[in-house]
């Protein structure tokens, strides 16, 4: 009886290391891709100045996207909180980005910007910032990965480069 039940024991113990192996094999593969937002559209946005040179903003964008064929986002959704003192700031939230077959990814960042006024009254928002994908819907619902992003906004537009490193 001891016999077969240790017969027993070392065939589960083989079974569960090359299901173990197999599993691995079969481990997601990490991807880097890059992408741009090249247009930006306001959908609300919500302005309160405190006190002069202190601005709190919360506001939702649709920005337009062009991703590579293999990780094809074709819009991001913005959902963001910015506070900005003397022109520096902080912005941070989640944002959730729409591939061309409609699923879904999303994720947080977090970033500094910094606001710069010149002669004449021109302005633009120079700024950056690190983001982290936490979930997914269909071919992306079990999307991992961190990236960076990089930025500059006029009156005239966005144009912001991503980078990130993602399994799924």
Known sequence: ?????????????????????????????????????????????????????????????????????????????????SETVSGNGRHRGTAIDTFKSGDTATQRYDGTHKVVVKAGGAWEVVYEGTFEYISGTGKYKNIKGQGTYRGRMTPDGIAEEDEAEVTY
């Open 1 to 81: 009886m001891n016999t077969v039940l240790a017969r027993i024991g070392a065939v589960t113990v083989v079974t569960a290391v090359l299901i173990g192996l197999a599993g691995s094999a079969y481990a997601a593969e990490k991807k880097r891709f890059k992408w741009a937002h090249t247009a930006r559209q306001t959908v609300s946005e919500t302005k309160t100045t405190p006190y002069p040179d202190y601005e709190l903003t919360q506001g939702v964008y649709s920005d337009v996207v062009k991703g590579p064929a293999d990780f094809d986002i074709v819009e991001e959704r913005v959902f963001d909180q």
